[in-house]
């Protein structure tokens, strides 16, 4: 694993030096083994020990001390992503703030290093893009806001389970992939305990293709 960076300037060097290269490379540098698929956070936990990732927490950024969260994004050759992004697990009960201001989501994405992942084929095969540091701006941060405030609202209101992916312009929340045999415990309608499937909050794919659009002038 590569050290921590000790700025910003430090980490956005070692994230350029990435550029071009293929995953299978990079995890040759890094000592790990190539990514044998796209899920379960295999290509981001490579990103992460390339760029020295102390460990973020499920309440923070992986770069804590800078305020940075990573986010690898697989897009294809015109550099449209290719599936929405997830941002952290959700709970579906009464911990789960009311307010975007001091959320976990609103703490993830306040400021996020994006490293697309170009190519098809092979995961190993894959390169990396160009990387961007990206802020919400105030039109962006709004969308943010109120998609969030109206899934917890729900969530507040016992109806957790009744959420669909259709809920939000740039925020959703939706089943995480990697607990979809799992279960969790959510309070219900009458205030009572149900079990529900395990969701995360993710970011729409039309989101961050507009995101990689402004930042590469596509359009």
Do not use: N
Request: charged share 25%; net charge neutral; hydrophobic share 45%.
């Amino acid at each position: 694993m590569a050290p921590a960076p000790v700025d910003l300037e430090a980490l956005l060097a070692a994230a350029a030096g990435l550029v071009g290269h293929t995953l299978g490379s990079i995890a040759t540098r890094a000592g790990r083994a190539a990514p044998a698929g796209l899920g379960k956070g295999e290509v981001g936990q490579l990103i992460e020990a390339a760029l020295g990732a102390p460990g973020g927490s499920e309440a923070g950024p992986d770069f804590a001390p800078l305020g940075v969260e990573l986010k690898t994004l697989p897009v294809d050759a015109k550099g449209a992503p290719r599936e929405s992004t997830f941002v952290c697990h959700a709970p579906l009960d009464l911990r789960l703030s009311a307010r975007w201001a001091g959320s976990r989501p609103q703490a993830k994405l306040q400021q996020v290093l994006w490293v697309p992942v170009v190519g098809e084929g092979p995961v190993a095969a894959r390169r990396v893009g160009a990387v961007f540091l990206w802020r919400p701006d105030p039109d962006e941060e709004d969308v943010l806001r109120a998609d969030y405030e109206e899934i917890a609202e729900l969530v507040h209101r016992g109806e957790a389970r009744a959420i669909s992916a259709r809920v939000g312009r740039a925020l959703q929340l939706r089943p995480k992939a990697a607990d979809s045999s799992g279960s969790t415990w959510v309070i219900d309608g009458e205030g009572l305990w149900a079990q529900a499937q395990p969701r995360g909050f993710y970011l729409r794919r039309s989101f961050t293709k507009a995101v990689v659009a402004r930042r590469f002038a596509l359009i």
